[in-house]
Protein backbone atom coordinates (compact mmCIF):
# COMPACT_ATOMS: atom_id res chain seq x y z
CA UNK A 1 0.00 0.00 0.00
CA UNK A 2 2.84 2.22 0.82
CA UNK A 3 4.54 1.72 -2.29
CA UNK A 4 1.42 2.41 -4.04
CA UNK A 5 0.56 5.52 -2.61
CA UNK A 6 4.41 6.46 -3.06
CA UNK A 7 4.42 5.71 -6.85
CA UNK A 8 1.41 7.59 -7.25
CA UNK A 9 2.74 10.89 -6.02
CA UNK A 10 6.18 10.32 -7.95
CA UNK A 11 4.13 10.15 -11.45
CA UNK A 12 1.75 12.94 -10.22
CA UNK A 13 5.21 15.43 -9.67
CA UNK A 14 6.35 14.62 -12.89
CA UNK A 15 3.29 14.62 -15.00
CA UNK A 16 2.71 18.46 -13.75
CA UNK A 17 6.23 19.42 -13.72
CA UNK A 18 6.28 17.49 -17.61
CA UNK A 19 2.94 20.22 -18.11
CA UNK A 20 4.49 23.13 -16.92
CA UNK A 21 4.51 25.89 -19.69
CA UNK A 22 7.47 27.41 -19.28
CA UNK A 23 10.95 26.45 -19.32
CA UNK A 24 13.76 27.94 -17.75
CA UNK A 25 17.63 28.06 -18.62
CA UNK A 26 20.99 29.60 -17.12
CA UNK A 27 22.32 31.32 -19.78
CA UNK A 28 25.24 32.79 -18.10
CA UNK A 29 26.53 32.82 -14.65
CA UNK A 30 29.89 34.72 -13.13
CA UNK A 31 28.66 35.46 -9.68
CA UNK A 32 31.80 35.10 -7.33
CA UNK A 33 29.58 35.73 -4.18
CA UNK A 34 26.30 37.15 -3.01
CA UNK A 35 27.42 38.93 -0.01
CA UNK A 36 28.36 42.17 -2.31
CA UNK A 37 24.87 42.99 -3.33
CA UNK A 38 22.39 44.46 -0.96
CA UNK A 39 20.09 46.88 -2.47
CA UNK A 40 18.65 46.07 -6.72
CA UNK A 41 16.92 48.21 -8.92
CA UNK A 42 14.30 46.73 -11.43
CA UNK A 43 14.22 48.11 -15.03
CA UNK A 44 12.88 47.42 -18.51
CA UNK A 45 16.01 47.33 -21.10
CA UNK A 46 13.89 48.85 -23.49
CA UNK A 47 12.20 52.05 -22.42
CA UNK A 48 9.73 52.30 -24.87
CA UNK A 49 8.75 48.69 -25.02
CA UNK A 50 6.07 47.80 -22.63
CA UNK A 51 6.25 43.58 -21.39
CA UNK A 52 4.26 42.05 -24.34
CA UNK A 53 3.25 45.18 -25.53
CA UNK A 54 1.00 45.71 -23.02
CA UNK A 55 1.17 48.52 -20.01
CA UNK A 56 -0.74 46.05 -17.48
CA UNK A 57 1.59 43.49 -18.09
CA UNK A 58 4.39 45.65 -17.44
CA UNK A 59 3.81 47.31 -14.34
CA UNK A 60 2.69 43.65 -12.85
CA UNK A 61 5.87 42.31 -14.24
CA UNK A 62 8.04 44.64 -12.18
CA UNK A 63 6.05 44.20 -9.40
CA UNK A 64 6.33 40.99 -9.22
CA UNK A 65 10.63 40.88 -9.70
CA UNK A 66 10.95 43.93 -7.37
CA UNK A 67 8.56 41.95 -4.64
CA UNK A 68 11.02 38.75 -5.17
CA UNK A 69 14.08 40.74 -4.98
CA UNK A 70 12.74 42.07 -1.82
CA UNK A 71 11.52 38.69 -0.39
CA UNK A 72 15.21 37.50 -0.79
CA UNK A 73 16.15 40.60 1.85
CA UNK A 74 17.88 42.60 -1.09
CA UNK A 75 16.24 46.07 -0.66
CA UNK A 76 15.39 48.44 -3.47
CA UNK A 77 17.24 51.82 -4.08
CA UNK A 78 16.66 53.63 -7.04
CA UNK A 79 19.58 56.36 -6.85
CA UNK A 80 23.10 53.64 -6.25
CA UNK A 81 21.94 50.39 -6.46
CA UNK A 82 24.69 47.29 -5.73
CA UNK A 83 22.69 45.16 -8.62
CA UNK A 84 20.43 45.74 -11.47
CA UNK A 85 17.91 43.62 -12.61
CA UNK A 86 17.18 44.34 -16.28
CA UNK A 87 14.22 42.58 -18.18
CA UNK A 88 13.06 42.15 -21.78
CA UNK A 89 10.70 40.30 -23.07
CA UNK A 90 9.90 38.73 -26.42
CA UNK A 91 6.98 37.41 -28.79
CA UNK A 92 7.84 35.17 -31.92
CA UNK A 93 5.01 34.35 -34.18
CA UNK A 94 5.72 30.56 -34.64
CA UNK A 95 3.75 27.21 -35.91
CA UNK A 96 3.65 23.52 -35.66
CA UNK A 97 2.01 20.63 -37.52
CA UNK A 98 -0.18 18.78 -35.88
CA UNK A 99 -1.51 14.87 -36.35
CA UNK A 100 -5.47 14.91 -35.04
CA UNK A 101 -5.51 11.28 -35.36
CA UNK A 102 -2.95 9.84 -32.37
CA UNK A 103 -1.71 6.68 -33.65
CA UNK A 104 -3.23 4.31 -30.69
CA UNK A 105 -6.66 5.81 -31.94
CA UNK A 106 -9.32 3.18 -31.66
CA UNK A 107 -10.02 4.18 -35.35
CA UNK A 108 -6.47 3.04 -36.24
CA UNK A 109 -6.17 -0.95 -36.21
CA UNK A 110 -9.01 -1.03 -33.56
CA UNK A 111 -7.43 0.58 -30.65
CA UNK A 112 -3.89 -1.27 -30.87
CA UNK A 113 -0.27 -0.23 -32.56
CA UNK A 114 0.01 -1.88 -35.93
CA UNK A 115 2.76 -1.10 -37.95
CA UNK A 116 1.62 -2.74 -41.08
CA UNK A 117 -1.21 -0.74 -41.27
CA UNK A 118 0.49 2.75 -41.03
CA UNK A 119 1.99 3.08 -44.90
CA UNK A 120 -1.87 2.04 -46.17
CA UNK A 121 -5.37 3.68 -47.19
CA UNK A 122 -6.86 2.53 -43.85
CA UNK A 123 -6.64 5.29 -41.04
CA UNK A 124 -4.82 7.93 -42.65
CA UNK A 125 -3.56 10.27 -39.82
CA UNK A 126 -4.07 13.76 -40.74
CA UNK A 127 -2.31 16.93 -39.78
CA UNK A 128 -3.01 20.53 -39.75
CA UNK A 129 -0.72 23.64 -39.08
CA UNK A 130 -1.16 25.59 -35.52
CA UNK A 131 -0.16 28.85 -34.94
CA UNK A 132 0.89 30.12 -31.81
CA UNK A 133 3.31 32.68 -30.00
CA UNK A 134 6.24 31.28 -28.56
CA UNK A 135 7.41 33.90 -25.36
CA UNK A 136 10.40 34.93 -23.65
CA UNK A 137 11.56 36.30 -20.60
CA UNK A 138 14.65 37.18 -20.09
CA UNK A 139 16.67 38.60 -17.25
CA UNK A 140 19.68 40.03 -16.79
CA UNK A 141 21.23 40.41 -13.05
CA UNK A 142 23.86 43.57 -13.49
CA UNK A 143 26.54 44.36 -11.55
CA UNK A 144 26.79 47.92 -11.11
CA UNK A 145 30.08 48.88 -9.96
CA UNK A 146 31.46 46.36 -12.97
CA UNK A 147 29.04 47.35 -15.43
CA UNK A 148 29.02 43.89 -16.19
CA UNK A 149 26.00 41.14 -16.35
CA UNK A 150 27.06 38.96 -13.90
CA UNK A 151 23.82 36.70 -13.89
CA UNK A 152 21.52 35.68 -16.98
CA UNK A 153 18.55 33.85 -17.00
CA UNK A 154 15.90 33.24 -19.13
CA UNK A 155 12.27 31.81 -19.49
CA UNK A 156 10.37 30.62 -22.51
CA UNK A 157 7.12 29.46 -23.20
CA UNK A 158 4.18 28.84 -25.76
CA UNK A 159 1.14 31.05 -25.75
CA UNK A 160 -1.73 30.00 -27.44
CA UNK A 161 -4.31 32.32 -26.08
CA UNK A 162 -4.56 36.01 -24.94
CA UNK A 163 -4.78 34.87 -21.22
CA UNK A 164 -2.11 32.71 -21.36
CA UNK A 165 0.33 35.72 -21.99
CA UNK A 166 -0.34 36.78 -18.07
CA UNK A 167 0.31 33.13 -17.23
CA UNK A 168 3.43 32.26 -18.84
CA UNK A 169 4.86 36.03 -18.09
CA UNK A 170 4.46 35.63 -13.89
CA UNK A 171 5.10 31.81 -14.08
CA UNK A 172 8.39 32.87 -16.27
CA UNK A 173 9.21 35.43 -13.19
CA UNK A 174 8.77 33.05 -10.68
CA UNK A 175 10.46 30.61 -11.93
CA UNK A 176 13.42 32.97 -13.02
CA UNK A 177 13.52 34.06 -8.98
CA UNK A 178 13.02 30.69 -8.30
CA UNK A 179 16.59 29.86 -9.90
CA UNK A 180 18.55 32.92 -8.86
CA UNK A 181 17.31 32.39 -4.97
CA UNK A 182 18.85 29.02 -5.51
CA UNK A 183 22.27 30.53 -6.22
CA UNK A 184 21.67 33.37 -3.52
CA UNK A 185 21.04 30.33 -0.88
CA UNK A 186 24.03 28.08 -2.10
CA UNK A 187 26.37 31.31 -1.56
CA UNK A 188 24.57 32.70 1.57
CA UNK A 189 25.24 28.42 3.21
CA UNK A 190 29.11 28.73 2.23
Not at 11 to 37: H, I, T, W
Not at 84 to 104: A, F, G, H, W
Not at 153 to 171: D, Y
Amino acid sequence: MKYSIGLLALSLGFFFSACSPVRVFMEKNEVASFDQYNTFYVINQYYDKDAFESPVLEENLKHRLSEGMKSMNFEQDETKPDLIVRYNTNLTDRQKEVNSTPMMSPYYGYGMYSPYRMPYGMGRSTYSVEKYDMGELVVDFIDAKQDKVVMRISAVGEITKPKQKTKNLFASAEKILKEFSKYVDSQSKN
